[in-house]
DNA sequence: GCCTGGCACTCACTGCATCCGAGTGCCAGC
DNA sequence: GCTGGCACTCGGATGCAGTGAGTGCCAGGC
């Protein structure tokens, strides 16, 4: 076990070297911290430390920087989260009121965080398999040609065409439309094959094939949007880390890029409560110098998606975190209002 | 006026450079190409060429680069567009088939493009402005609360929603969405406010205020919509410069996140035909040792939207312009389709 | 008049030797 | 168990000579 002093010689050296960003020595730590003890003693805990894998020496005569091992312990048991100051908090506000629609939630949200916090921001765009249905529509476009759309509580509109096997009448698509909505709006939309099930069944032999239709692009529709998407933003912060590892940026701008890997990432993160992942922890090779913060958020108690930022391991933990709590707090807001 | 070998020569020097990425001596210069002259007659060329303002040297003792002018010229004059190989037009194809719905479609065809050319690929979202309307829809979701789906000829979905200043019977409805539709549908977009104008005189008195607040809404709508939205996919490729100029990446990422100066760019090319902008030409800061391709593209003859790349003012141009417009055209032909 | 070979000059880049200093590990003493 | 002292390491900066690709200019030839 780690004594209480070498924790703290452990907090003092990743706050310096996030600071800094360079490697921290023992007399430059006994000069900024007061650790009531000399330079001397605390090479010793710097050693111990370096031994148990929570700090390393980039090369024999330098300072000491943490290793991923060090952040997770820092972020674990060191630091907490920082809350926003009150001119920050009325920021987001502002930032966010006025949104006039999902994509302009989503897209104010991403440039929030990134400014914010300096870094990358990723927002997922609010699940389609934890909302439930708002309405279905179902418009006449030709006689054997519809166009479905759904709406969901979350605000977002998806829409697909149908090519009908028999021309649909007006009567037949109006009762469709009513019998449809009865069953599914309010419901959840893993809730919704179980509960069209047998609506076929209660029509006219000669409509079947066409009602059929229709509800197999529902269920398609459901279970395509599932691939949830992601608007990205602040790509821009990744260069201020260029003249550190100016080969580390473009396997983050591909992983970026690739959105299954985000979507991985953001899937595993708890849905309440922050997550920080590592450096290696995540398992993506172009991530692996870089650390994901992501939080849940959503219209009700329960979180429908993920937002949350990408950045170099050696970074502001505590403030991060509170930023990323902060704004996943105020969209919930929004989107329960609207 | 340039004598033809100059211009040969000029033609040389912007091959090699975009191909090299190092600055081209005389000597070089006779070596990979025919020019039937010796390395001191290119000097004596080349001398002209500087002098006015189509090359430069970077230190005293270099070979020359290509200057903005130089570009220009090397694009206006004496390269052509590059058609693309077969097997390069079947990927294209491929790729874009199977497309599913318009973020679909769009999301498809920059990551083809970014790939295509090796480039940060943009491309804008079909505007509504300059499109027609399939289909406006009413739902009505409490007594007094609607919602307004609009729907274009691009596949485009956008829905508002709308606080009625009275209840609204469910016959009303009907008869607004009815006679609404009646009024708009194909017709374009610029011509729905002189179409609508007198619809609220029609209603009953009661119903009046609530038709135009609806009315508004879809104006309103269509406004703000013009506002149109990019979506913007290989950054990663900017890193393939890194090492040739590693300070120009950031204001590069920043322009790309500031979208309005895409848009206005972009809004600034010719509808029909590859649009270059070279270097300083683009009126940004950012972007002034950047050259934007851009073209139109469109379902019908006309264009609804451009898209194209940015990358470093030493590109393939033919290559680029090729893709480019090869891309454009098989988008408009699955927009025509859909 | 235009092209060419020759020549002196420039200057970025490389490799090498040197110096400097922040930082370390270790040890004897308090 | 903490501290001051000390020898040692080694990356980074500085200075300098050598190299070579490239240039401009000039006199001579087709």
Redesign the interface.
């Known amino acids: 076990m780690l004594s209480e002093r070498r924790l703290e010689v452990l907090r003092a050296i990743v706050q310096d070297y996030v600071g800094t960003e360079e490697p921290v020595g023992s007399k430059a730590l006994t000069e900024r911290h007061r650790l009531g003890v000399s330079p001397a003693t605390v090479r010793n805990d710097m050693a111990v430390l370096e031994e148990e894998g929570f700090i390393a020496q980039p090369h024999t005569s330098a300072g000491r920087i943490p290793t991923d091992k060090g952040y997770r312990l820092f972020v674990d048991r060191l630091a907490g989260v920082k809350p926003l100051s009150s001119p920050e908090r009325r920021a987001i506000q502002n930032f966010l009121d006025g949104a006039?629609?999902l994509?302009d939630i989503v897209g104010r949200t991403v440039r929030l965080l990134a400014q914010l916090t300096r870094q990358v921001a990723v927002v997922q765009y609010p699940s389609l398999t934890r909302s439930t249905v708002?309405?279905v529509?179902l418009?006449s476009?030709a006689p054997a040609r519809l166009?479905l759309?759904l709406?969901t509580d979350t605000?977002r509109?998806?829409?697909?065409?149908v090519d009908c096997p028999a021309p649909f009448g007006e009567t037949s698509l109006a009762d469709l439309r009513a019998r449809l909505n009865a069953r599914v709006v309010g419901r959840r939309f893993t809730d919704v094959p179980q509960l069209v099930q047998d609506l076929p069944d209660s029509f006219e032999t000669e409509d079947r094939a066409t009602v059929s239709t229709v509800l197999a692009t529902l269920l398609e529709t459901l279970v395509?949007e599932t691939e949830e998407?992601l608007m990205i933003?602040?790509?821009?912060n990744?260069?201020r880390f260029?003249h550190d590892f100016?080969l580390t940026?473009?396997p983050v701008?591909?992983a970026?890029?690739e959105q299954v890997v985000l979507l991985k990432l953001f899937g595993e993160a708890k849905d309440s409560g922050v997550t920080v992942r590592i450096g290696h922890e995540n398992e993506h090779e172009g991530l692996s110098s870089t650390s994901v913060v992501a939080v849940g958020y959503g219209s009700g108690d329960e979180a429908v998606a993920k937002l949350g930022v990408v950045g170099p391991t050696r970074m502001d933990y505590p403030g991060t975190m509170g930023a990323v709590r902060a704004v996943a707090r105020y969209v919930g807001q929004i989107l329960a209002e609207?």
Chains 1, 2 share one sequence.
Do not use: K, N, Y
């Not at 509109?157 to 065409?161: D, G, K, P, S, Y």
């Not at 933003?233 to 821009?236: F, I, N, S, V």
């Open positions: 006039v629609d994509d708002r309405h529509e418009l476009l166009m759309v709406i605000g509109v998806e829409q697909r065409m395509e998407r933003g602040g790509t821009a990744l260069t260029v100016p940026i473009r701008l591909e970026l890029e609207s």
